[in-house]
C-alpha cells in the first residue's frame, strides 16, 4: 500500500508561505507599476483633465500597491531589507496624503471651469431666446418646441 507524504518545509519544490507572500507581493508591486506608467503616456501635466483622471485611476488601483506592500514586508526576513522597504512605503504614503491637495485642487478648478461653462451656455440661450421673441420674422415660425432644442456647441 503506497503512503501518501507531505512535502518538507524545507523540500524541493515546496514553498513556505513566507516565499509565497513575497512572490505574490512582489508580482503585485510590479504589476501595479506596470499599469501606472501605461497610463501616464504620454504625460499631459497641463492638463487638467488629464491629471483628475490619471489620480482617479491611481486611486481606483493602489489598493494593488497596498496588496504588494503588505505581502512584501510580511515576506522580509532580512532586518535591513524590512526597515528600508518600511521606509520606503512611508515615503510613498506620504507622497498620496500630499497628492490629495492636488486633487482637490484640481476638483475645485473643474467644477469652476464647469459652473462657468454652464453660465455661458445659459446666456447665450437667453439672448438667442429674447432675439428671436423681440425680431420674429415673417417666414420663420417659432414655436415653443424650438426653444426646448439643445444649441449647437
Given at each position: 500500500?503506497a503512503?501518501?507524504?507531505?512535502?518538507?518545509p524545507?523540500?524541493?519544490?515546496?514553498?513556505?508561505a513566507?516565499?509565497?507572500?513575497?512572490?505574490?507581493?512582489?508580482a503585485?508591486?510590479?504589476?501595479?507599476?506596470?499599469?501606472?506608467?501605461?497610463?501616464?503616456?504620454?504625460?499631459n501635466?497641463?492638463?487638467?483633465?488629464?491629471r483628475?483622471?490619471?489620480?482617479?485611476?491611481?486611486?481606483?488601483?493602489?489598493?494593488?500597491?497596498?496588496?504588494?506592500?503588505?505581502?512584501?514586508?510580511?515576506?522580509?526576513?532580512?532586518?535591513r531589507?524590512?526597515?528600508?522597504?518600511?521606509?520606503l512605503?512611508?515615503?510613498?504614503?506620504?507622497?498620496?496624503?500630499?497628492?490629495?491637495?492636488?486633487?482637490?485642487?484640481?476638483?475645485?478648478?473643474?467644477?469652476?471651469?464647469?459652473i462657468?461653462?454652464i453660465?455661458n451656455?445659459?446666456?447665450q440661450?437667453?439672448?438667442?431666446?429674447?432675439?428671436?421673441q423681440?425680431?420674429?420674422?415673417a417666414?420663420?415660425?417659432v414655436?415653443?418646441?424650438n426653444f426646448n432644442?439643445?444649441p449647437?456647441?
Amino acid at each position: 500500500m503506497a503512503s501518501i507524504s507531505t512535502p518538507t518545509p524545507n523540500g524541493a519544490g515546496s514553498y513556505s508561505a513566507k516565499v509565497i507572500c513575497q512572490i505574490v507581493g512582489f508580482a503585485c508591486l510590479a504589476g501595479f507599476v506596470i499599469d501606472m506608467v501605461v497610463l501616464a503616456l504620454p504625460p499631459n501635466l497641463a492638463s487638467l483633465e488629464w491629471r483628475a483622471g490619471f489620480t482617479q485611476q491611481l486611486a481606483d488601483r493602489s489598493i494593488i500597491m497596498l496588496l504588494g506592500a503588505a505581502l512584501t514586508i510580511f515576506s522580509l526576513d532580512s532586518r535591513r531589507l524590512l526597515k528600508r522597504f518600511s521606509t520606503l512605503s512611508l515615503v510613498i504614503g506620504v507622497i498620496f496624503l500630499l497628492s490629495t491637495l492636488l486633487v482637490i485642487r484640481d476638483s475645485l478648478t473643474l467644477q469652476q471651469q464647469a459652473i462657468s461653462n454652464i453660465s455661458n451656455q445659459a446666456s447665450q440661450i437667453q439672448t438667442r431666446i429674447q432675439d428671436a421673441q423681440n425680431k420674429p420674422s415673417a417666414d420663420a415660425k417659432v414655436t415653443p418646441s424650438n426653444f426646448n432644442k439643445r444649441p449647437n456647441s
